[in-house]
């Protein structure tokens, strides 16, 4: 039932909030059925608490201006009404009654049954995110991509400390959380990209714990899907093909797969394609060459506190280990 | 050994304490007035503390990308100015009213046991100074006031400051318990000739309830903190996967008792209100009844909604709709209150003093938050909007703009019968509107930020449109918050020297505290009046009967 009603024009209240920010604000700009109905109840509560809210601020400016003090004489001592007070419990039951069954339908819509394996594994790390897709054993961080107009089952854990995955336009927040696995569904019915964030606090840099959801139509997801299946190019260049020894003699590939040259399922981000990413460092930098440099001489200056440690490459080595990495489309 | 002076005790005759230096008998005191009193002044102090830390986050959170504190350094200030504010300031500043208080509301000499009394105030103070010595030690706790495991576990956490956090919070809890058992005692046993339960004064039946939930609640944290402590020194696994524990019992733990204690820093403020709104309207409170036994049911109901704190966790759906629904029901009796509140107003003869003026100032913005807690509540919204900002928002105007706008009715109402003298009231104006003003610049915007996706307790977030714009108009509201509460310690500090007389009764107040001169000497009472309705001195003035 919400999902008709929810794809309805934005109500006023949509449009002043739109307006008053300037954007289109992610919480009430839904691209997926999940994140629409969410939305609804939103609606639905809003103009709930709007409507008492208006009751109680015309009584607060009009009782205080009404009734104030006028001379010195006491005014009549009424200490109550039985029925007065009986309606404004009884009002108020009713209305709750009626959220909570607006709440379980919605919430019935939005988290339907799981049945099957998920498509998607997500696992939250300090700080940023893994993102596994059994069926074509692709591993890569911080970007997921979705087939478009399509049931896809999320599974989110956590390597370590409790963290929590949020697509505002997408859909609900769900917890990662060490030694479960949580289920969400999402289905984006608009192309485009999504901003998503860690939303539960998980240590020094929560705040660069962020992620992109790529929505593709299907031909276009196939084939990045393909692309990552493929284990990484032999460089070409010698510079590439130095830095690639480099990447093996310094500690980088301690924490670091690439798979095809060294793997063994290390816990940091998986690079067999990282320069096909938008982004680095958890949507800290955009992925291009200089910010690339950057980040590999000082990442705790970019980021401080995580736990990629700053190597101290000298130029020779940062040029060619950055040259390697940016081969790994 | 004859020439010895003679014990003081028997020269004073009926007077219990000795006479030392000023500070000594501050420090040795067990008068409930003077214990209430350095309650007040040690709260003040952690609440400018706690303001300085709002101070400095919302400066790092003015633009995006700002490097004034570091990442760690911000999540240190933000865990302590939470847990400052609500186990420094909100609990033991409504503790100190009660405890300055309820005795003199009900005609009692003083608590039932003052040496607990002093022994609660005592630990809650080095509770509150050990807390703050895990700065001298090199790191405050940085877990948040909610100290999630495993991230608060030794392996993540590896400095000292949980520790302190863990042990403050333990010295703490065991005084606020120790304070709502003495505060049970005394209201049960120490009510004046003709003081029935009925006859209690408003704020008086708030604390009783409060003080009952105080004693459910506050033990649920202590066992955890016991259990954190034993998993961080000893290597047990109660809170982590690893080792066969669970993260979700922490937080099972934690909220069923951090719900509670949401109602334990709201309770005593809804006695506040329901004090301050009778007096300025010169009306009996609209349904006394009522707002007392809504008072109970709100007590009841907060022991078993705690899980609306973890609608995120993934507990399922038969968790989700059981808390949703306990949840949304004590909306009711809370709108009853404010319901009733109203209609107190209505028909009176409302004088504009400060007091009232925060007074009507708590029911707008208390209803705000209130309405919003409603929206968290339903579960389906929760899974959207918690941890972001919206959460912000909603839970400083409960405690802010509730609370704290209901102490600064108190704190211009019971000033007077404290000290002895009026606050002003036109600094008390300029007071009101700053932080009234400042309040709704700081918070209002936080709503827009979280819809807009802003999750909280972040350093930093990045240039999306709208927010860099939005963070500097509430950082903006935080320094004229800042501005409000200089205002109010200079306003505190001048009326102190040279505020106007107050006399005993100075608004034409009912209930006993007013009957004894202010401030009340050391035994409270000449004579208590006699009660025989809940508004003994509005028997007084009104002889010829017409019982209201």
Redesign the interface.
Known sequence: MPEETSRRQPTPVRYFYRTFAAVHLNVLNPASPQASDLLWLWDVCWWVCIAILTVVTAALLYIPFRFRRRDNREPPQIAGNKRLEIAWTVVPILLVTFLFVSSVLTARAVDRPVRREPDIVVIGHQWWWEVRYPASGVVTANEIHLPLDSDTLIAVESADVIHDFWVPRLGRKIDAIPGRSNNVWIRATAAGEFDGACAEYCGAQHAWMRFRVVAQPPAEYRTWLDGQSAVAAEPQTAEAKLGQTRFGQLTCVNCHDVRGFHSQKQFAPDLTHVASRKMLAAERLQNTPANLRDWLRQPNVLKPGCLMPNLKLSDDDLNSVAAYLETLQ | MSDLPLDPILIAGDRAVPTHEPWLEWIATVDHKRIGVMYLLTTLVFFVVGDCEALLMRYQLAWPGNTFL???AY?QVFTMHGTTMIFLVVVPLLLGLANYLTPLMIGARDMALPRLNAFSFWVFLFGGILLYCSFAAGHAP???WFS?A??SEAG?STRHGMDYWALALLGIGIGTIATAINLIVTIVNLRTDGMTIRRVPLFVWMVLVNSCLIIFALPALNAALVMLLVDRQLNAHFF???GGG???LWQHYFWSFGHPEVYIMVLPAFGIISEVIPVF??????????VAASTVAIALLSVGVWAHHMF???LG?AW??AF??SS??I??PT??K???W??T????????TTSMLFA?AF??TF??GG??G??F?????D??????YYVVAHMHYVLFGGTLFAVMAGLYYWFPKITGRLLSEKRGKVHFWLMFIGFHLTFFVQH?L????M????????N???WA??NLISSIGAAVLALAVLVMVVNIALSLRSGALAGDNPWDAWTLEWATSSPPPEQNFESVPPVRSARPLWDLAHPEG?R?
């Open positions: 570091s990442p760690d999540n940085a877990a948040g999630y495993p991230l993540y982590t996967s690893l669970s993260p979700v309207s010169r009306k009996p409170i609209f349904g006394y009844g009522f995120a966790v993934g759906h989700d709709y949703s629904a949304l029901l909306a009711v709108g009853v404010v319901f009733n109203i209609a107003m209505w028909g009176g003869a409302i004088r504009f009507i029911l707008f209803t705000i309405l919003s409603v929206q509540a339903t579960a389906p919204i899974w959207q909007l918690t941890d972001t827009i979280g819809l807009d996706g999750p909280r307790r972040v350093y930093t977030y990045p999306l449109p709208g714009r939005m017409g209201a």
